[in-house]
């Protein structure tokens, strides 16, 4: 392997860890590091380049996520095998291709591989396709025209009737902007608030790290606040000047904290006093398994100063990715006057589809499935953490969504812990910003439930408890 001298620029706006990361992907695809080959240990690593641990381990989880490289139990790194252009093929391709079903000639061009657990109970496709083949057939005209850069207004119309009647969201049609995922209208928000002259956002911490991303990419003056247990402390946000705070009150990510009614009139107040806004991601409010939702902050909102955000990703299927923004009138305003610049990035098939999925009422019925499903694994989770990991593992979390929080009595890392689960078809993610944790000398890291079969539960736990404990 050649010398990994990263050449780091502290005065950039790039984490150094993104810094690294990009420079060690750059180093695999280039084959200055070849498959097989050995990264530093975190420990020397750090030592090396002068940077903490934390900083490394950030890196090497991203390259791991993204399959570049992957971890061994007590022994460190490695270099993943990776095919790049048409140059070598990845070694599983040609088992791929004989395990394709003969059946089906597109089958060969499929790639069949599943990394995890699904389960296909979590969504019924028979509905879908009925409003699909209904849009196909009747609306097939409505296809032959680019779709409406702010999203089909008949879509907008069910999203304003949905929100009022689960959220008390009041809205018009016309305050709704769609996208394809929270990362593009996230991106449209960003020009919104630099043409009001708002350049600095306030985010929770640990927070979601995609948006971070999207303001840090936008040049915003950003600050991170410690959440607590009701969530960002309003007493630490910025005092006399315009400014922006994204938040997630209803199931802080990752922690699931709740903001109280009393801690959203505080904050809704902040916004007036310092002619502000506030960023409400309602993320998997939808999903809650104990007590009842607390109405949202846009609900509560008299002053316009809430700009609110949802997703389908939850509650449909991961790659529908349709997502939603509600805007204060004035700001709708601001986004008329420069979205006939862009076009709609959301397919119009499926944001038509899902309208009239809506409509004929499928989106409530699926939802209320979801709710007493995932309740149901929940409760198994629950039950099985108590009886095999008492005094290992334990729940910190889970009133809502569709993951917890775990405390893991363990001396490994929390990258190693996420790459056994991993290999054992198990979501996880590991936390490297303080939270309290109810067990001494542990790691904590957010454990996806939601795609792990009922039937196959028990099996699942049980492996990846016996696999975290040796």
Known sequence: MKALI?????????????????????AILSENILPSEKLPSLRSFSKRLGLSITTIELAYNQLMVEGYIYSKPQSGYYINEISSGMGSVHRDTESSLREASPNSQFDLFLDFEQNGYYDESCFNFVKWKKCLNHVLNEYSRLLLSEGDAQGEKALRREISKYVYQSRGVTCTPEQIVIGAGTQQIMGQLCTILMKMGITHITVEEPGYLPVRNIFRDRAFAMTAVPVGREGIPVEKLPANIRSAVYV?????FPT??????????????????????????????????????I???????????????????????????ISYMILPAHMAEIFHTFHGDYTQTCSKTEQLTLALYMFQGFYQTNLKKLRTLYSQKLQAVLSLFEKWGKGFIQPINFSSGINMLVSVKSKKMPSQLCQEAYALGINTLPITSYIEAPLENTVTLIFYYNQIPLKDMEAALKGLLEKWKS
């Open 295 to 321: 109405p949202s902050l846009q609900g509560l909102d008299h002053n316009h100063k809430v700009v609110y955000l949802g997703s389908f990703s939850s509650t449909l299927f991961p790659s529908i990715k």
């Open 256 to 293: 699931g904290y709740v903001m109280p009614i009393g801690k959203r009139y505080d904050l809704l107040n902040w916004a007036v006093k310092n002619d502000s806004i506030v960023i409400e991601d309602d993320y998997d409010s939808e999903l809650r398994y104990f007590g009842k939702p």
């Open 248 to 252: 997630s009150p209803s199931n802080q």
């Open 6 to 26: 990263p050449d780091f620029q502290p005065e950039s706006a790039v984490p150094l860890y993104l810094q690294l990361y990009n420079y060690i992907k750059t």
